[in-house]
């Protein structure tokens, strides 16, 4: 069964930046599109992002401009870098495979001053 585990998160500034990781194992990992989701509370899980196998990607209008997901096939990584972060980022924020399988524990992001 696949296994995601991510990382990277933690408190920054409004406009800073972060870099999520994540690292996935049991998994035919370049033969997948990878995306990052978000769930802030109270409120449901929601696609970022995604890359496809071929690298081919798509940003939530939210995101765009901002955040930029990118692979490494010969690590099994897949990164979320985010740049002028907003206090509306604030969330625990997972990747997963396409189509789904079993979350990980997320990691979470908060955007405060």
């Known amino acids: 069964q696949v296994q995601l585990v991510e990382s990277g998160g933690g408190l920054v500034q409004p406009g800073g930046s972060l870099r999520l990781s994540c690292a996935a194992s049991?998994?035919?990992?370049?033969?997948?599109?990878m995306s990052w989701y978000r769930q802030a509370p109270g409120k449901q899980r929601e696609l970022v992002a995604t890359?496809?196998?071929?690298?081919?990607?798509y940003y939530a209008v939210s995101v765009k401009g901002r955040f930029t997901i990118s692979r490494d096939n010969t690590k099994n990584m897949v990164y979320l870098q985010m740049n002028s972060l907003k206090p509306e980022d604030t969330a625990v924020y997972y990747c997963?495979?396409?189509?789904?399988?079993?979350w990980g524990q997320g990691t979470q992001v908060t955007v405060s001053s």
């Open positions: 890359v496809a196998s071929a690298g081919g990607t």
């Open positions: 049991r998994i035919n990992f370049s033969t997948y599109a």
């Open positions: 997963n495979k396409l189509p789904v399988g079993p």
